[in-house]
Nanobody, 124 residues
Framework: QVQLAESGGGLVQVGESLRLSCAVS????????VGWFRQAPGNEREFVQS???????RYAPAVKGRFTISRDSAKNTVHLQMDNLLPEDTAIYYC??????????????????WGQGAQVTVSS
């Protein structure tokens, strides 16, 4: 049974950086599409970025050029490097996995396993 554990959230100022990490257990992360979603107060959970089993990346337009997803296969971990953070990036960030073969993860409906969430707050 796949389980996810996020780390790395926190409080930063506008323009600063954070790196979120998602440790995958109970499965090999490189076999799945792994991604990040976020949910701000009063908003629906939205897609941020994902990486497929073969390394292909998808991202939301709002984070283009600022966020970078990567996989460390040796540590079975996926990272989300967030640079030039803005107040509108404030949200709870969730790691997610789609375990169905050859899924390109871009919507919540495709997710089979969620992490517990990590708070990211960007102060102006």
């Amino acid at each position: 049974q796949v389980q996810l554990a996020e780390s790395g959230g926190g409080l930063v100022q506008v323009g600063e950086s954070l790196r979120l990490s998602c440790a995958v257990s109970g499965g090999t992360s490189s076999r799945y599409s792994v991604g990040w979603f976020r949910q701000a107060p009063g908003n629906e959970r939205e897609f941020v970025q994902s990486i497929t089993w073969n390394g292909s990346v998808r991202y939301a337009p709002a984070v283009k050029g600022r966020f970078t997803i990567s996989r460390d296969s040796a540590k079975n971990t996926v990272h989300l490097q967030m640079d030039n953070l803005l107040p509108e990036d404030t949200a709870i960030y969730y790691c997610a996995v789609a375990t169905s073969p050859r899924t390109i993860l871009i919507t919540s409906a495709q997710v089979d396993v969620w992490g517990q969430g990590a708070q990211v707050t960007v102060s102006s």
